[in-house]
């Protein structure tokens, strides 16, 4: 069941997230990584969480120039919006964090 459902709802989030399907690999390796429960996983997962900011950062950036018809894409305009409105321009990395959050958790669940 594992080896149907986990290539899945990968695909799934990938999908909705927009993520170009030369780094779909990358991005469930890293994911995995992630999630990861193995004894001295520590440094791998310090790593993987580097290469995934590094490419989620790079992502947004280019959905922020390039809006696509997916979720982030939507997401990033919404969070974009909201800032004209509501406060002074910020960076994306409390958003990006936040957003890797919850990304973690729906995975895990």
Known sequence: ????????????ICRLLGVPQEKRF???????????????AAPQSREAMRHMYRFLGALIDGKR????????SALILAHDMT???????????????????????????
């Open 1 to 12: 069941m594992a080896d149907f459902a986990m290539p899945l709802s990968m695909e799934v």
């Open 65 to 72: 120039e390039k809006p696509g018809d997916d979720l982030l």
């Open 83 to 109: 800032l004209k409105v509501a406060s002074p321009p910020t960076n994306w990395w409390p958003w990006l964090s936040s957003f890797s959050s919850a990304v973690t958790t729906t995975l895990r669940a």
């Open 26 to 40: 990358d991005f469930r390796a890293w994911t995995n990584t992630l999630l990861s429960a193995a004894a001295g």
